[in-house]
C-alpha cells in the first residue's frame, strides 16, 4: 500500500495547505504579539547565565531590601532592587523563567500526548471505550484541579517532575474532550468514509485522516494549557510545594515577597507582573493560533 | 382615486457591496385607504427592498439615493426616530414571511400578541387578554384560551401565521404589509390564509401592501398590482386590468408562465432569457 | 418524564462519587511518609502503635481498609482528623459555610457584573464601543483567579490599604453567632455590624474569584445576546416599537440564557476549585484553605473527606446547570 492518504487527493491545488496557514499565522496580530513575547522569553531563560546580571542565589545581607533602581536608596546595579536575603530580584526573575517555561512546554506536551490519545480512541471506536474514557473525564473533572494537583505533588513528592506529572495528569482531560469531539464529527465526513472503503487500517486512518485536522484547534488548546500550567506551577511554588527552596521560581518569589509585601513591594510585585505578562502571551498566542487556523472564521 | 394614503415618489436604492449595484429604481407607487396593492417580482426584483425601505428596516448594506415615502402627507425618511417608532407598530404594522422565526420560542403566544394592545393602548392585562381572545376568534383560531398559553413551537404553522395575522390587524392600523407571509406555508394552507387575510382586510378597512412572486395570489386577493424588475417598475394598474390586458410583454410572459393546473399536460413555459436580457438594457438604461 | 431523568442523572452521579472515593483513596495509601509515625511518641510499644493504626483506619489491605472505609461513610462516619484530633464530619460542617458564602458571593458578583457587561455590549452592536469592550473582555480573560487575588492584594494592601486581607470575620465583632452561616444569620437577627463586617473581609476573595467568572459570562452571553439579536421575532418586536434595552431584556435575553448557561456552567465548578488557593491566599477559614492544610500534614481521613465534599458540590452544580438550562428551553421543557 502506497504511503497515500485520501484527504491529499481531495486536498486544492496550489500552494500547500501548510504553507497556506503559515501565512494565515503570520497575518494574525496575536500570534505575533503573543508569539513575540514567548520567543523572547524563551530566548531569555535559555541565556539566563548570561543575561542575569547577578547570581541569583547570593546573599548579601549588607545589601538587604533594596528598592529598584531609580528610587531613594536604590543600588544602581540592582534594577529590580533585592530582597530581605539580599538576593536580586532582577536575576531571581530571569532564573525564575527557566522554570515556568519548562514545567509549561513538557507538562502541556505530554497533557496533550495522553488527551489527544484518548480522545481519538474514544471519538473513532465509540461503544465502551468511549463509554469508559468519557466516564473517566467525568471522574477526573469532579476534582477540584489545584487540590489535585496539590495532592499529587504531595504523593509525588516535591520537584520539577513531579509538577510536570500532576499537570499533565489533571489536564488532559481538556484535551480528551475536544479531540473526542473532533473525531466524532470527522469520522463522519466523506473523505474518512473514502478511506474506509479503500481498506486502510484504523490507526492509519486516525493518524493520516483525522488527526492532521484536529491539530490547528490542538495547537490552540496547547497554547492555553502552557499559560495553565505556568500558574498551577506557580501556585504549587507559592505554597511551597514546588521545587527545592534555593531555585528561584516566580510563585516562591511571590510567597517570600508576601511576608514583607509592606516593605519591600517590589519582591512581591516584580514575580507577579512577569507571571501576568507570560500568562497573556499564551493566551494571546492561543487566540491567535485559534483565529488563524479556524476555517469558519477564516475569511 | 382619493388622496392616497401612502405614497412613494421616485424611490433610489443602491447596495455598499461590490460595485455598487442599483437596487431600486426610481420606484413610485400609491395605496388607496383600504385598499389591497399586490407588489410583484422574481427573485431580487427589489419588492423586498421597498418593503423594508418603507418599515425603515433597510440592511446597513444598502442606502437609499433619492425618493420619498409619504404616509398620510409625511416623509417617513425624514421624521425624527421619536415619531417613526410612534408610527410603525400601531398605523403601520408587519406580517412577517417565516412564523417559524418571527415568534419568540422564550414567550407565550398570549405575551407576544398583547404586547402592542398594552404598549400602545394601554391595557391592562385582563382587557388585553379579552380582546385576545375576540382576535383569535377572528381569525379562526379555535380554542383560543389554549393557544393564548402555548408556546410558538407547540403551534402549526397555519396556526402560527394567523397569530401573526392577528397581531397585525390588533391595533386597527391604517396599513399593514405583508411580506410574503405564505411562502413558508404548505399548499392547502396558503389559500385559506389568504382567504383570510382579504377577509380580514375587508372587515378593518385596512390598506394593504401584498409583497409576493406569486401572480396567482395577486389574482386572488389584489385590487391593484405593481410588477417590478430588476428595480424599476414595469407596469401598474388594476389587478384585472393587468392580468386581462398586460401592456409589457414581460407581465404577459409571467402569466403565460403560470402552472396551469387545470391543464396538467400544457407544460411549463419560462419566461424566455432573450426577454429578460432585453428587459435588463432597458431597465438600467431608465436608471441612469 | 423528567423524574426518570433524575434518577438517572443521580445514578451516574453516584457512580462518579464512587471513581472519585476510590481514586483518592488508592492516592492517598501511596503517599510517601507514614502518618502515624509522625504522631507516635518515642518508646511507644507495638500495640499502641497497632492500635492507632487500627483507630484511623489504616491497618489491613488497601481493600478492606476501603470496605471499612464506606462502611462507616455510609453512616455518616468519616473517621477523625489526624492533624486536628476531631471528628472529620464536624470539621467539614464547620468550615463549609463560609465557602459556600464566598463561592455564592462570587457567583453573583460575576452574574451581575458579567450580565451587565453583555447586555452593554449587546447594546453597543456595531457601534465604536464595541471592540473596545472586546478587547478588555479578551484582556480580563487571560487573567486567573489567583493573580486576581495576588494583584488585589498588592493594591488594598499596598496602594490603598481599604480593606483587610485576611480572614472572615473580626472576631470581636462576631461573638454571638450561633450559626456558622454567619451571612444569613447576620441580616436574619439585623446585627449590621457583623454584616458589614463580613462584607468587608470578603470583598477581595470575592473579587478574586468572581472576575474571572464575570469575563467568560459576559464573552458567552453577548455572543448569545447578539445571535438573538438578529432573529425575526426581534426585528418584529423592533417594529411594534421596543427600545432597544427593552428588546434586549424581554426579548432576546432569555433565549441567550440557555446557551450561556451550557457553555458557563463547567466555569463555574472552576469558582469553587479556586476557593483551595484563593481561601489560602486571603487566610479565609473555609474548607479550601483546610484542604491545604491537610495535605501538607499528610492527614488522610481529612482529605478524604475534603475531596468528596469538593466531587459533590460539584456534581451538584452540574445537575443544577443542566436542570436550569432545561428550564430556559421552552422546547426542552416540553419534549
Known amino acids: 500500500?502506497?504511503?497515500?492518504?485520501?484527504?491529499?487527493?481531495?486536498?486544492?491545488?496550489?500552494?500547500?495547505?501548510?504553507?497556506?496557514?503559515?501565512?494565515?499565522?503570520?497575518?494574525?496580530?496575536?500570534?505575533?504579539?503573543?508569539?513575540?513575547?514567548?520567543?523572547?522569553?524563551?530566548?531569555?531563560?535559555?541565556?539566563?547565565?548570561?543575561?542575569?546580571?547577578?547570581?541569583?542565589?547570593?546573599?548579601?545581607?549588607?545589601?538587604?531590601?533594596?528598592?529598584?533602581?531609580?528610587?531613594?536608596?536604590?543600588?544602581?546595579?540592582?534594577?529590580?532592587?533585592?530582597?530581605?536575603?539580599?538576593?536580586?530580584?532582577?536575576?531571581?526573575?530571569i532564573y525564575g523563567a527557566r522554570i515556568a517555561l519548562i514545567v509549561a512546554f513538557v507538562a502541556a506536551s505530554l497533557a496533550a500526548l495522553a488527551g489527544t490519545t484518548l480522545g481519538l480512541l474514544a471519538g473513532w471506536y465509540r461503544g465502551w471505550v468511549d463509554g469508559l474514557i468519557s466516564r473517566l473525564v467525568d471522574i477526573w473533572m469532579a476534582f477540584p484541579p489545584v487540590l489535585l494537583s496539590i495532592l499529587l505533588v504531595a504523593v509525588l513528592g516535591a520537584g520539577v517532575g513531579s509538577v510536570i506529572a500532576a499537570i499533565a495528569i489533571i489536564d488532559w482531560t481538556r484535551f480528551c474532550r475536544v479531540v473526542r469531539a473532533e473525531t466524532m464529527a470527522q469520522a463522519e465526513a466523506d473523505y474518512v468514509t473514502a478511506a474506509r472503503a479503500i481498506g486502510f487500517p484504523p490507526f492509519h486512518i486516525l493518524m493520516r485522516e483525522i488527526l492532521p485536522n484536529v491539530v490547528p484547534a490542538l495547537l490552540a488548546l496547547v497554547s492555553l494549557e502552557m499559560g495553565i500550567a505556568v500558574i498551577v506551577e506557580a501556585i504549587l511554588s507559592?505554597?511551597?510545594?514546588?521545587?527545592?527552596?534555593?531555585?528561584?521560581?516566580?510563585?516562591?518569589?511571590?510567597?517570600?515577597?508576601?511576608?514583607?509585601?509592606?516593605?519591600?513591594?517590589?519582591?512581591?510585585a516584580a514575580p507577579l507582573a512577569a507571571l501576568f505578562a507570560t500568562v497573556l502571551a499564551f493566551n494571546q498566542l492561543g487566540d491567535g493560533l485559534r483565529r488563524a487556523l479556524d476555517p469558519v472564521l477564516r475569511r | 382615486m382619493t388622496a392616497p394614503i401612502l405614497s412613494i415618489l421616485r424611490l433610489s436604492a443602491v447596495s455598499e457591496l461590490g460595485?455598487?449595484?442599483?437596487?431600486?429604481?426610481?420606484?413610485s407607487l400609491d395605496l388607496a385607504p383600504s385598499e389591497t396593492l399586490g407588489l410583484v417580482g422574481g427573485s431580487g426584483a427589489g419588492k423586498s427592498t421597498v418593503a423594508k425601505a418603507l418599515l425603515g428596516v433597510l440592511p446597513r448594506t444598502i442606502t437609499i439615493t433619492q425618493g420619498e415615502i409619504l404616509f398620510e402627507g409625511r416623509d417617513l425618511r425624514t421624521l425624527p426616530r421619536r415619531e417613526t417608532r410612534a408610527i410603525f407598530g400601531d398605523a403601520i404594522t408587519l406580517v412577517p414571511q417565516d412564523p417559524m422565526t418571527a415568534l419568540n420560542p422564550s414567550r407565550r403566544i398570549e405575551a407576544q400578541l398583547?404586547?402592542?394592545?398594552?404598549?400602545?393602548?394601554?391595557?391592562?392585562?385582563?382587557?388585553?387578554?379579552?380582546?385576545?381572545?375576540?382576535?383569535?376568534?377572528?381569525?379562526?383560531?379555535?380554542?383560543?384560551?389554549?393557544?393564548?398559553?402555548?408556546?410558538?413551537?407547540?403551534?402549526?404553522?397555519?396556526?402560527?401565521?394567523r397569530v401573526l395575522i392577528a397581531a397585525a390587524f390588533a391595533l386597527e392600523p391604517k396599513i399593514i404589509v405583508a411580506d410574503e407571509p405564505t411562502t413558508a406555508l404548505d399548499v392547502t394552507v396558503q389559500k385559506q390564509i389568504l382567504r383570510l387575510m382579504r377577509q380580514m382586510q375587508e372587515a378593518h378597512g385596512t390598506a394593504v401592501i401584498f409583497v409576493t412572486h406569486d401572480l396567482g395570489v395577486v389574482a386572488q386577493i389584489c385590487d391593484r398590482v405593481t410588477l417590478l424588475f430588476a428595480g424599476a417598475v414595469i407596469e401598474s394598474g388594476a389587478t384585472t386590468d393587468i392580468l386581462s390586458a398586460p401592456r409589457h410583454a414581460y407581465t404577459r410572459a409571467l402569466i403565460a408562465a403560470g402552472p396551469r393546473y387545470d391543464r396538467p399536460d400544457a407544460g411549463l413555459k419560462p419566461v424566455p432569457e432573450a426577454l429578460v436580457a432585453e428587459l435588463r438594457l432597458e431597465v438600467e438604461g431608465v436608471g441612469r | 418524564m423528567i423524574a426518570l431523568a433524575i434518577l438517572r442523572r443521580l445514578l451516574v452521579a453516584l457512580v462518579t462519587l464512587a471513581g472519585v472515593a476510590i481514586v483518592v483513596f488508592v492516592l492517598l495509601r501511596v503517599v510517601p511518609g507514614d502518618p502515624?509515625?509522625?504522631?507516635?511518641?518515642?518508646?511507644?510499644?507495638?500495640?499502641?502503635?497497632?492500635?492507632?493504626?487500627?483507630?484511623?483506619?489504616?491497618?489491613?489491605?488497601?481493600?478492606?481498609?476501603?470496605?471499612?472505609?464506606?462502611?462507616?461513610?455510609?453512616?455518616?462516619?468519616?473517621?477523625?482528623?489526624?492533624?486536628?484530633?476531631?471528628?472529620?464530619?464536624?470539621?467539614?460542617?464547620?468550615?463549609?459555610?463560609?465557602?459556600?458564602?464566598?463561592?455564592?458571593?462570587?457567583?453573583?458578583?460575576?452574574?451581575?457584573?458579567?450580565?451587565?457587561?453583555?447586555?452593554?455590549?449587546?447594546?453597543?452592536?456595531?457601534?465604536?464601543?464595541?471592540?473596545?469592550?472586546?478587547?478588555?473582555?479578551?484582556?480580563l480573560l487571560a487573567i486567573p483567579d489567583f493573580v486576581w487575588a495576588l494583584a488585589l492584594v498588592l493594591v488594598f494592601g499596598v496602594v490603598w490599604p481599604l480593606l483587610p486581607l485576611t480572614g472572615r470575620v473580626d472576631p470581636s465583632v462576631s461573638a454571638g453567632m450561633t450559626t456558622p452561616f454567619y451571612f444569613v444569620e447576620s441580616l436574619l437577627r439585623l446585627r449590621f455590624d457583623v454584616f458589614f463586617d463580613l462584607l468587608k473581609h470578603l470583598a477581595l476573595p470575592t473579587l478574586a474569584l468572581g472576575l474571572p467568572l464575570a469575563a467568560v459570562i459576559a464573552r458567552v452571553l453577548k455572543g448569545a445576546l447578539n445571535e438573538a439579536m438578529a432573529q425575526d421575532y426581534v426585528l418584529l418586536a423592533r417594529l411594534k416599537g421596543m427600545s432597544e434595552l427593552r428588546l434586549v431584556l424581554?426579548?432576546?435575553?432569555?433565549?441567550?440564557?440557555?446557551?450561556?448557561?451550557?457553555?458557563?456552567?463547567?466555569?463555574?465548578?472552576?469558582?469553587?476549585?479556586?476557593?483551595?488557593?484563593?481561601?489560602?491566599?486571603?487566610?479565609?477559614?473555609?474548607?479550601g484553605n483546610m484542604a491545604i492544610e491537610a495535605v501538607i500534614n499528610r492527614d488522610l481521613p481529612l482529605i478524604q473527606g475534603l475531596v468528596l465534599v469538593f466531587a459533590v458540590i460539584f456534581i451538584l452544580v452540574n445537575i443544577a446547570v443542566d436542570f436550569l438550562v432545561a428550564l430556559f428551553n421552552p422546547k426542552l421543557r416540553h419534549a
Open chain 2, 114 to 161: 398583547t404586547d402592542g394592545l398594552r404598549l400602545r393602548r394601554g391595557m391592562n392585562a385582563r382587557e388585553a387578554h379579552k380582546r385576545a381572545l375576540e382576535l383569535l376568534a377572528e381569525v379562526h383560531i379555535r380554542d383560543s384560551e389554549r393557544v393564548l398559553r402555548a408556546y410558538p413551537h407547540q403551534l402549526s404553522g397555519g396556526m402560527r401565521q
Open chain 3, 250 to 287: 424581554q426579548e432576546a435575553l432569555r433565549n441567550a440564557i440557555g446557551p450561556t448557561l451550557a457553555l458557563t456552567g463547567v466555569q463555574f465548578t472552576f469558582l469553587i476549585g479556586g476557593t483551595v488557593i484563593i481561601e489560602r491566599i486571603f487566610a479565609y477559614p473555609g474548607i
Open chain 1, 238 to 268: 507559592f505554597v511551597g510545594l514546588s521545587v527545592s527552596s534555593d531555585t528561584p521560581t516566580w510563585g516562591g518569589m511571590i510567597a517570600e515577597g508576601r511576608q514583607f509585601i509592606h516593605q519591600t513591594w517590589w519582591v512581591f
Open chain 3, 36 to 139: 502515624i509515625a509522625m504522631m507516635i511518641s518515642p518508646g511507644a510499644s507495638q500495640a499502641d502503635i497497632a492500635a492507632l493504626r487500627a483507630h484511623y483506619g489504616l491497618d489491613g489491605s488497601l481493600f478492606s481498609q476501603f470496605a471499612v472505609w464506606v462502611r462507616y461513610a455510609l453512616r455518616g462516619d468519616f473517621g477523625t482528623s489526624i492533624s486536628l484530633h476531631r471528628d472529620v464530619l464536624a470539621l467539614l460542617g464547620e468550615r463549609l459555610p463560609a465557602t459556600l458564602e464566598l463561592a455564592t458571593a462570587a457567583l453573583e458578583f460575576a452574574v451581575i457584573v458579567g450580565g451587565a457587561a453583555a447586555i452593554a455590549g449587546a447594546m453597543a452592536r456595531r457601534t465604536w464601543a464595541e471592540p473596545v469592550i472586546d478587547a478588555v473582555n479578551g484582556l
Open chain 2, 19 to 27: 460595485n455598487a449595484e442599483p437596487i431600486l429604481r426610481n420606484v
Open chain 1, 1 to 93: 500500500m502506497t504511503d497515500a492518504s485520501a484527504s491529499s487527493f481531495l486536498a486544492a491545488s496550489g500552494p500547500s495547505l501548510a504553507s497556506r496557514r503559515l501565512r494565515a499565522l503570520l497575518a494574525e496580530p496575536k500570534v505575533i504579539i503573543g508569539g513575540g513575547l514567548i520567543l523572547a522569553l524563551i530566548v531569555i531563560a535559555l541565556f539566563a547565565p548570561w543575561i542575569a546580571p547577578k547570581n541569583p542565589l547570593d546573599q548579601d545581607l549588607m545589601l538587604a531590601s533594596l528598592p529598584p533602581a531609580g528610587l531613594a536608596g536604590a543600588e544602581p546595579s540592582y534594577y529590580f532592587g533585592t530582597d530581605d536575603l539580599g538576593r536580586d530580584v532582577l536575576s531571581r526573575l
